[in-house]
């Protein structure tokens, strides 16, 4: 009889699990089909005391999605000079570039011993 139980048990959890999986994938998929649709992107993604690329280039007039991920760690940016500051309250924002020009780009938010040097640089040609 336990045997019986146990076995009822363990295919619920099985079918449970099944659904959360596939449940994930869905949203995935459908936040996939929606960048896909967005247009122009500038993906900011922070770790420990780095970011992602050393640069990032975006074009001067064009509209672009500005968006910012924590991968590893807590973290907050700002684009020094352009007044956008993403964290993990606000991730994202359009906006256009209209003055060419470097712009250094830093976390904002103490992250731990490599917070100074937690900096990369914007280009918009």
Known sequence: MQKWIMFSLFIVACLLGAGVL??????????QAAE?????????IASNYQFD???YTVKAGEKVT??????EGLHAM???????KLDNNT????????KPGEYEVHCVLP???????????LIVQ
């Open 111 to 121: 992250c731990g011993p490599g917070h100074q040097d937690m900096k990369t640089k």
């Open 22 to 31: 596939f449940q994930q994938i869905s949203v995935r998929q459908a936040e």
């Open 66 to 71: 500005v968006s910012f991920l924590n991968k």
């Open 91 to 98: 991730k994202s924002v359009d906006m256009t570039f209209d």
């Open 36 to 44: 896909a649709h967005a247009g122009p992107q500038l993906k900011f």
């Open 53 to 55: 690329k050393p640069e």
């Open 78 to 84: 700002e684009i020094v000079g352009l007044d956008v």
